[in-house]
């Protein structure tokens, strides 16, 4: 099993910066991508930007530029900055975990919040 910790929500004006963290603990070995996601009251879930093992990264369109996600595999740590907040980014982030072996990412943290708003 995989669990991850989430932290570094909060509430930050437009135009803002914060940076969150995922902590990876338990049977990290084979994990080969790391993300962030996140949900909007009544929206789906969407991915906002992924890292592998290599260090390959994927952004979604409304995030580039502005957010940057990074890796520290000696903590099993992945972080996501994020920059020039907009309102609209409001959500709840969620840091999610995938196993070489898998086609979907399985394992979950309990997310943390993040309200832009002035």
């Known amino acids: 099993q995989v669990q991850l910790v989430e932290s570094g929500g909060g509430l930050v004006q437009p135009g803002g910066s914060l940076r969150l963290s995922c902590a990876a603990s338990?049977?990290?070995?084979?994990?080969?991508?790391m993300g962030w996601f996140r949900q909007a009251p009544g929206k789906q879930r969407e991915l906002v930007a992924t890292i592998t093992s290599g260090g390959s990264t994927n952004y979604a369109d409304s995030v580039k530029g502005r957010f940057t996600i990074s890796r520290d595999s000696a903590k099993n740590t992945v972080y996501l900055q994020m920059n020039s907040l907009e309102p609209e980014d409001t959500a709840v982030y969620y840091c999610?975990?995938?196993?070489?072996?898998?086609?979907?990412?399985?394992?979950w943290g309990q997310g943390t919040q993040v309200t832009v708003s002035s």
């Open positions: 999610g975990a995938r196993k070489y072996y898998s086609v979907r990412y399985d394992y």
């Open positions: 338990g049977s990290t070995f084979s994990i080969t991508h």
